[in-house]
C-alpha cells in the first residue's frame, strides 16, 4: 500500500547533509503521525522519527542518528521533511516516508502501518 512519494535522496560524502522530503496525497492531519523508517541491504528496518499532527517529535528508543536529524511538516503543502547532518556510511539505506501511529513509524510492528512509500536511497560514503 505505497501511498506517499518520497523525494530527495542522493549520494553524498559523510559529514554531508540531505533533506528528504515525503508529499502525502490528502491532508496529512488525517494521519495520526508521520515519519521516515529506513532499511539497509540484509539489514532489520529502523525507525528515524515521526512527528505527531502536534508538531511533537518522537524518536526510537534506539536513535543511532541522535542530535544528527530533525523533522518537519508543512499541514498546507501535506509535506513531511527529514533533515538530516553529519551523515555517516552507516546510514546509507532506503529511506521510507510512513503514516500511522507514532510508535508504530519509529519502532513497529510495522504490519501495523497505515501508509508508506517506495522510498529514496541514501548513499554515504567515507
Known amino acids: 500500500m505505497a501511498q506517499l512519494q518520497e523525494s530527495g535522496g542522493g549520494s553524498v560524502q559523510a559529514g554531508g547533509s540531505l533533506r528528504l522530503s515525503c508529499q502525502a496525497p490528502r491532508d496529512i492531519y488525517n494521519y495520526d503521525c508521520m515519519g521516515w523508517f529506513r532499511q539497509a541491504p540484509g539489514k532489520e528496518r529502523e525507525g528515524v522519527m515521526s512527528i505527531s499532527t502536534r508538531g511533537k517529535a518522537i524518536y526510537p528508543g534506539a536513535n543511532s542518528m541522535n542530535g544528527r536529524v530533525t523533522i518537519s511538516k508543512d499541514n498546507a503543502k501535506n509535506t513531511v521533511e527529514l533533515n538530516m547532518t553529519n551523515l555517516k556510511p552507516e546510514d546509507s539505506a532506503m529511506y521510507h516516508c510512513?503514516?500511522?501511529?507514532?510508535?508504530?513509524?519509529?519502532?513497529?510492528?510495522?504490519?501495523?502501518?497505515?501508509?508508506w512509500g517506495q522510498g529514496t536511497p541514501v548513499a554515504v560514503s567515507s
Open positions: 510512513a503514516a500511522g501511529t507514532c510508535s508504530v513509524i519509529v519502532g513497529g510492528p510495522w504490519k501495523f502501518l497505515k501508509a
